[in-house]
Structure formats: structure tokens, C-alpha cells
């Protein structure tokens, strides 16, 4: 689907079960954000405007642009991807798909929908709301097809407020009522009273206050001592003044509340714990708990009950392909917050849905909890589930696992295991905490001592298949973040053994040469995906620059791309 709008194409193409031919006309005329960017900011740009006053001129005319679509009630497209190019199969259609991800944007309540390009081209030109969508592996062999389709209720929730044509309204309620997608029930939560104790000394029950700060979007809660609880909202730490100053007392129950006596007794003497717990009608918890200045402390990680799909949350669609390999070594890294868990899961659940696999799973602690689909999942807790990890992994070669996800490699001892399991036919996915995909396999090697590092190199050679590092960047056009991916691949064809031959010498500049001249193969620099993403509209000049590692080119391409020559 071409991301110009005009002029008009021919009428839709009618097939059998056509019946959005309305909305695929409001699609194509919807307004995509890059267009209206380059058309605000050009006329306004001369040879000699510095990249300080670019940059400002970017900020305000993507204010205009919201402001106007505001005004007139109009959502605006983002296009994804838009390299990707594909042919349409409709019998008939010349058209070429172009992009993997459609986002529809309400301007005026800031909601937003992912849609598969796919969906959207069939709805824009042929008037149905299905598509199949291709299933590759790193090879490009077929995996046969996945029946999508459009969902049609959340759809109508983004278009809300907006001007939207009544026929195409009318299509859309028609299509939701009759193809409804299966909605898990939504828990709700119910308010507890205080216990006698907290009663008595005024203390909030917990999940109270983890309730209220999920309903504000919380990604991250804080419970420390000599501060009200604090909430951590599109990366910003943000306290709830609504609950009163926590005491030591305070956290020491809250603390005591969510252990066991076992976990107590470890955690009293040892002053360090990880653990996990749902809460009914809010979510699961990640928590790390703590001590510091004489009181125990916490910090909570929200895990959503829905594992969001890999479109919604905009994943290059190469990430796809690695869940088909059949052994491997699949590594997502960013620092702590950056989304690597969410990452996973989505890959995990596309494989649920695609395979009919058996997925194990060793955490500290069990974070999403996956529904099994056609895949089977055995999801086991270290030091609940299994004493340690070294019997965990040598009971797991003997459970038949088709993909083995190590929730974090922190060690020489996870690593070994991870890169064994990796070459004795298994899929193996992990994280780590790096900020970069080729410093991520020197940090791998340098974990074990000089003497055995040349083998542990011919190992991650033979064994990785992708190396991701994950940031997420504020959004320019709404509130939220985006995710911003750095892909090292290791290919199955001539580019992929000149890859494992730079990972034996252990040639990190010939590495980054790699990632910036495959994105045939859909590897991408940090730069390359930052740009991108600016060019979509999606993140500005400025947190472009201060999340890149070679801002000096970035900023050459942003002007490159203006028209503008030169740094000034």
C-alpha cells in the first residue's frame, strides 16, 4: 500500500466477503504523518539553517501538524518499515504493499491501533478485512501461512471523536459484530480493607496501592522508605502525594506480606530477594526487594496479563523469522527498563500461536505466564521449581524442549549451558544487559577467563543466530514510547560465514561494518534504526541524537534527508 495519498486509485478491487469497501476509501485518504512533516517543514528550510534552529523547526512543525489534525478531527497514518516491499496475491491487484505496519493515530485522545500492512492493503484496495500473512525462517523457507485479520473492535475504539465517514463507521460496527476476535475476561479488581494491624497503625493495604498506580499506566512502582510509593510513567519517576510517606514500619510489612516464612528467612539474613506474585484484577509483579539506610525496600515491575503481539508493538518483522529456526542462540540486551522481557514474550507468543512446539521456560522469578496456544509451555522457577540451575538445564535436555527460554544470562554458568543447549538442537532465547548487539558478544566471551575465551568464541560462531539491543525513545506525536532495535544476524548464506569468521577473530569493527550494510538481510544499526523511526514522524531530532552512539552521522542523515547539506 503506497503511503502517498493522491491521487485516488480505481475503485476497490471486489472479491467474495468484500465488505470495508467504505473504510478501505477513509484509509486511503488518512493522512500519513511523514508526508505532512516533509510538506510543513521544507518551505521553511534554507542552506543556512543550523542544526539547532532545524531541529526546533521540526518540533514545531509536527506541533502544527497534531494541532491541525486535532481541529479538523482527522487521525493521521504512520507507516513502518516502509523498505519493505511486497506484491499483492489478490488475483488482478498490480498494487505493491509497501511498509509492515499500518498505525492508525486519534490525535485528539492519543489512542492508536497497529494493524498488519497486509490487512490494511486488503482493506484499502479490496475491501475485506483478512489477510495471510507468510511464515519464514532466517532462510526464507516457508513455514506456510497465517490467517489474520482485522480487529475490528479496537479499531473503533482509536476512531473515537473523530470524523469519520458514516458508511465506513456503519461497515466497521457490521464487521466487528460478525467476526468478533476472542477477548480474555477482563478481572476487576476489588479494594481491600485494611487488616487489623494496618488498621492500627494507618498503614494502605499494598495491592491497593499497586492497583492505583497500574490504573495511572505505571510501568515501574518504587515502595521506599521516606517517600510516598512512586510510579514510574513513560520513564519519568512520579510520586503518588495520595498516600502518605512511608515509614520503615510500613515497608517492613509490606515486605514481610509478600514473602513466605522461607523466603524470609533468606531474605533477613542475606538482605537481597527476586520474586513474583499476581495480583487478581491487576497483573503479575516482578519485585526486587532490598535493604537500604536500616529498612527494606522495593522495586515492582508491571507484567501485563496480555502478552502484546509483535505488530502491536511495531517489532521489525525479521525478529519473526528467528522463532522458526530450528537451534540457535537468540539474545534481546538493553539496560533495565528497556523492554527486553516484552520483546521476548511477544516473540514467544508468536511461536505459540505458529508451532506446535514444547517451550520451556527457566526464570528468577516466572514473569508473563503464557496461555498455551498451539504450542505446550513448562515454565519452571529457579529455587522453587528446581534447586539450581545446573540440574534445571540437565533435566531440561531430557524434556524435549523445542525452544528453551533462560530468563537472563548472568553468568559463565548460564552462558555454558545456554550455548550447550544451542547446539544440541535446541532453540535457545535469553537477555542480557547491554546496550549494544556486537559489544553484547564480547561481554558473553569476557565473562570467562583468558584461557577458555578462544573456545567460548568458536561456540557463539557456531551457535548465535541474532543479537538484538533494545532502546525505547519517547514519542514526538503523543505520549508513549518506541521501540528502537539494533539487529547483528547471522544469516544462513555467504554473508552469514563471513559473520561467524569475524565472531571467531573476534573483528568487532568488521561486525558494525556488517550491520550497516545488510538491511537486505533485515539487520540495522542503532543509527539506522533511530532513523527510521524519525523519519516515520514517530521521534524527534533531539532524543534521535541522545539515544545515538554516532550522533555526528546521524545528524548528517537527518539533513541529507531535509535537503539540507553539510553540518552547521
Not at 74 to 98: L, M, N, W
Not at 549 to 557: A, F, G, K, S
Request: proline share 6%.
Amino acid at each position: 500500500m503506497s503511503s502517498s495519498t493522491a491521487p485516488l486509485p480505481p475503485q476497490p478491487i471486489l472479491v467474495d466477503g468484500a465488505d470495508l469497501v467504505q473504510l478501505g476509501t477513509y484509509f486511503r485518504t488518512m493522512p500519513v504523518l511523514a508526508d505532512m512533516i516533509k510538506d510543513e517543514l521544507t518551505p521553511r528550510l534554507s542552506r543556512n539553517t543550523t542544526d539547532g534552529e532545524f531541529r526546533q523547526l521540526r518540533r514545531d512543525a509536527l506541533d502544527r501538524i497534531v494541532n491541525r489534525c486535532k481541529e479538523s478531527k482527522s487521525a493521521y497514518r504512520v507507516i513502518h518499515f516502509p523498505e519493505e516491499q511486497v506484491p499483492c496475491k489478490v488475483d488482478g491487484c498490480r498494487e505493491t504493499i509497501v511498509g509492515v505496519y499500518f498505525e492508525v493515530v486519534n490525535p485528539i485522545s492519543r489512542a492508536n491501533i497497529m494493524l498488519s500492512m497486509r490487512i490494511a492493503h486488503n482493506i484499502a484496495f479490496h475491501g475485506f478485512g483478512r489477510a495471510k500473512e507468510p511464515m519464514r525462517n532466517m532462510g526464507n523457507s516457508p513455514f506456510g501461512d497465517a490467517d489474520i485479520q482485522l480487529d475490528a473492535e479496537a479499531l473503533q475504539k482509536t476512531l473515537v471523536g473523530l470524523d469519520v465517514p458514516q458508511a465506513a463507521a456503519t461497515e466497521l460496527k457490521v464487521f466487528a459484530d460478525a467476526n468478533p476476535l476472542p477477548k480474555k475476561a477482563k478481572l476487576i479488581f476489588e479494594k481491600l480493607e485494611p487488616t487489623e494491624f494496618e488498621a492500627g497503625r494507618g498503614i494502605e493495604p499494598l495491592f491497593n496501592i499497586l492497583a492505583h498506580l497500574v490504573e495511572y499506566g505505571c510501568a515501574d512502582i518504587h515502595i521506599k522508605s521516606g517517600h510516598p510509593p512512586c510510579g514510574v510513567l513513560r520513564g519519568n519517576v512520579t510520586p503518588f502525594t495520595d498516600f502518605p510517606v512511608l515509614t520503615p514500619e510500613m515497608t517492613t510489612h509490606y515486605v514481610n506480606t509478600l514473602m513466605s516464612e522461607a523466603q524470609r528467612d533468606v531474605f533477613w539474613k542475606v538482605r537481597e530477594m527476586d520474586l513474583a506474585f499476581p495480583v487478581k484484577g491487576v497483573g503479575r509483579f516482578r519485585c526486587n526487594v532490598y535493604h537500604s539506610a536500616g529498612a527494606p525496600g522495593m522495586v515492582l515491575r508491571v507484567i501485563a496479563d496480555t502478552i502484546l503481539p509483535a505488530e502491536v508493538l511495531g517489532l521489525p518483522p525479521v525478529l519473526k523469522k528467528t522463532v522458526f529456526e530450528r537451534q540457535g542462540l537468540i539474545l534481546i540486551t538493553g539496560q533495565t527498563g528497556s523492554g527486553k522481557t516484552t520483546t521476548l514474550a511477544a516473540l514467544l507468543e508468536f511461536a505459540n500461536v505458529n508451532r506446535k512446539i514444547h517451550v520451556l521456560t527457566l526464570e528468577n522469578p516466572v514473569e508473563f505466564v503464557y496461555e498455551p496456544k498451539q504450542a505446550i509451555f513448562t515454565q519452571r522457577e529457579m529455587e522453587v521449581d528446581s534447586m539450581s540451575f545446573t540440574m534445571a538445564m540437565r533435566g531440561a535436555l531430557r524434556q524435549k524442549p523445542d525452544i528453551i527460554l533462560i530468563g537472563e544470562m548472568r553468568d559463565a554458568e548460564t552462558i555454558t549451558s545456554g550455548l550447550k543447549a544451542a547446539e544440541t538442537g535446541h532453540l535457545v532465547m535469553s537477555t542480557l544487559h547491554t546496550n549494544d548487539a556486537v559489544q553484547t558478544i564480547n561481554r558473553l566471551i569476557n565473562t570467562f577467563p583468558p584461557h577458555e575465551q578462544d573456545a567460548v568464541r568458536i561456540q557463539l560462531a557456531s551457535s548465535l543466530k541474532a543479537s538484538v539491543a533494545q532502546r525505547l525513545i519517547p514519542r514526538a506525536d503523543k505520549p508513549g514510547r518506541v521501540a528502537s532495535l539494533e539487529i547483528l544476524l547471522v544469516t544462513p548464506n555467504a554473508r552469514g560465514e563471513n559473520t561467524k569468521n569475524h565472531i571467531q577473530k573476534g573483528n568487532s569493527d568488521a561486525l558494525y561494518q556488517v550491520l550497516k550494510t545488510s538491511l537486505y538481510d533485515g539487520m540495522q544499526s542503532q543509527n539506522q534504526a533511530l532513523f527510521k523511526h524519525y523519519c516515520a514522524g514517530l521521534i524527534s531530532a533531539d532524543d534521535s541524537l541522545a539515544n545515538s552512539d554516532n550522533p555526528d552521522e546521524l545528524i548528517r542523515l537527518m539533513r541529507e534527508h531535509a535537503g539540507l547539506t553539510g553540518s552547521k
